[in-house]
């Protein structure tokens, strides 16, 4: 079992630039989260997918944010464009909700850094 | 409103040294709570989590947590520390289905 996969793992990039973060789920997983941690802020949940449709999507700060799930094995998080209030580590995470854990499963990250 | 409190920022041990890491959680059913180690650099694992039944609840690690619903606790704790145990510790709980209401997290230092 590979886990929760994450890329890149780090991400330098420059004010006003597209930045987009992949994630992989746990094969047979029926739902995906991403969080952004800062120091500031903590752990947020910015959007949760169930069967790849977006169901939770509050935590998303602004219209830059979006997020993608086209299909079980893959997802994405792009922001557009990016600023420097944006640095911070991106967290993707899966679940089987339903079962009877719920228990999520994080990815180690991709650390943002924009200047 | 559902929330989760850990009330140390920071905690430090000697090597050896008993745990005790606190967590408190405010929540109108019964909770379902877990709790989360990040080492640096590294993604949340999950330690143990309790659902129903046995209050003491024993994870990975040597790791326990004893739930009390009369204090809306939910503390982690181990015997002896190891260096390697330095990291941050988060408690959650979840709200709902899905979502996870974590704590601002305990950072523990371990002194040699």
């Known amino acids: 079992d590979a886990g929760v996969i994450q890329s890149p793992r780090h991400e330098v990039t420059e004010m006003g630039q597209e930045v987009t973060l992949r994630c992989k789920p746990i094969s047979g997983h029926n739902s995906l989260f991403w969080y952004r941690q800062t120091m500031m802020r903590g752990l947020e949940l910015l959007i949760y997918?169930?069967?790849?449709?977006?169901?939770?999507d509050s935590g998303m700060p602004e219209d830059r944010f979006s997020a993608k799930m086209p299909n079980a094995s893959f997802s994405t998080l792009k922001i557009q464009p990016s600023e420097p209030r944006d640095s911070a580590v991106y967290f993707c995470?899966?679940?089987?909700?339903?079962?009877?854990?719920?228990?999520?499963?994080f990815g180690p990250g991709t650390r943002l850094t924009v200047l | 409103a559902q929330s989760v409190t850990q009330p140390d920022i920071h905690i430090t041990v000697s090597e050896g040294a008993s745990l005790e890491l606190r967590c408190n959680y405010s929540?109108?059913?019964?909770?379902?709570l877990f709790w989360y180690v990040q080492s640096p650099g590294q993604g949340l694992q999950l330690l143990l989590k309790?659902?129903?039944?046995?209050?003491l609840v024993q994870g990975i690690k040597g790791f326990e947590a004893e739930f009390k619903r009369s204090q809306s606790s939910f503390n982690l704790r181990k015997p002896s520390v190891h260096w390697s145990d330095a990291a941050e510790y988060f408690c959650?709980?979840?709200?709902?289905?899905?979502?996870?209401?974590f704590g601002t997290g305990t950072r523990l230092k371990v002194l040699a």
């Open positions: 309790y659902f129903s039944g046995d209050t």
């Open positions: 929540y109108g059913a019964t909770p379902y």
């Open positions: 959650a709980v979840i709200s709902g289905t899905y979502k996870y209401i």
């Open positions: 997918f169930n069967n790849n449709v977006p169901i939770d």
């Open positions: 995470a899966s679940s089987l909700v339903g079962s009877a854990y719920n228990e999520q499963f």
